[in-house]
């Protein structure tokens, strides 16, 4: 069945430093989805991707799709300790009513 | 607008017991999909409904059963509860009648700990 993998699974960054999360599929996705869970919290939806290589940006965040649309990378610059959570990509194959979800990436900041 | 309302919040349970979670989503939304959370296996996929209609189901036992009422709200249940199924539930809905081609918008989820 579809797998979306996501590394790494842990990120710990110094305050103002740049990292960058990415998800993997084994097949074409129809779309990608990112979400943040804050500790204690629920997924909160940031942002989708649909096209080949389309490439979106949220202030420190920016957001690519693959060429292929079989990976996809999240990358935040100068990390501020409002971004600490897990990071979740999750993605869907055409056609399809699942949003499979990768395992995350917990991210903890050192000040 | 209110956000997706899951109750209960909390809830413990025997092994062996059953358990109905309920979920209602943002007004206007007609797709619910079930999820649950473990710290070892992340987000994994129990079912989704739209308009009454189970239209994907994920890898969970028959013990796992859901549906969805004409008013979209939906419930959960699991049968003959196991220790394994401790974990947080966590409902989303989305606008989505064609699949999740839009962002989903999650509650707050029920913490469920079985002893």
């Known amino acids: 069945g579809q797998q979306v993998m996501q590394i790494p699974q842990y990120q710990h960054v110094q305050e103002g430093e740049d990292f960058t999360t990415y998800c993997n599929s084994s097949?074409?996705?129809?779309?990608i989805q990112w979400y943040k869970q804050r500790p204690g919290g629920h997924p909160v939806f940031l942002i989708q991707l649909v096209k080949s290589g389309e490439v979106k940006k949220q202030k420190r965040l920016t957001f690519q799709f693959g060429e292929a649309k079989k990976n996809s990378s999240l990358h935040i610059t100068a990390t501020q300790t409002t971004d600490v959570g897990t990071y979740f990509c999750a993605g869907t194959l055409s056609n399809d009513y699942k949003l499979s979800f990768g395992a995350g990436t917990t991210v903890t900041v050192r000040a | 607008k209110a956000g997706v309302t899951q109750t209960p919040r909390y809830l413990i349970k025997t092994r062996g017991q059953q358990v109905t979670l309920s979920c209602s989503p943002i007004?206007?939304?007609?797709?619910v999909s079930w999820y649950q959370q473990t710290p070892g296996q992340g987000l994994q996929f129990l079912f989704e409904y739209f308009s009454e209609t189970q239209r994907n189901k994920g890898n969970f036992p028959g013990r796992f059963s859901g549906r969805q009422f004409s008013n979209s709200r939906s419930e959960m249940n699991v049968s003959t509860l196991e220790l394994g199924d401790s974990a947080l539930y966590l409902c989303a809905s989305s606008l989505d009648s064609r699949g999740p081609s839009y962002g989903y918008t999650f509650g707050s989820g029920t913490r469920l700990t079985v002893v």
């Open positions: 097949t074409t996705l129809s779309n």
């Open positions: 007004s206007g939304h007609r797709s």
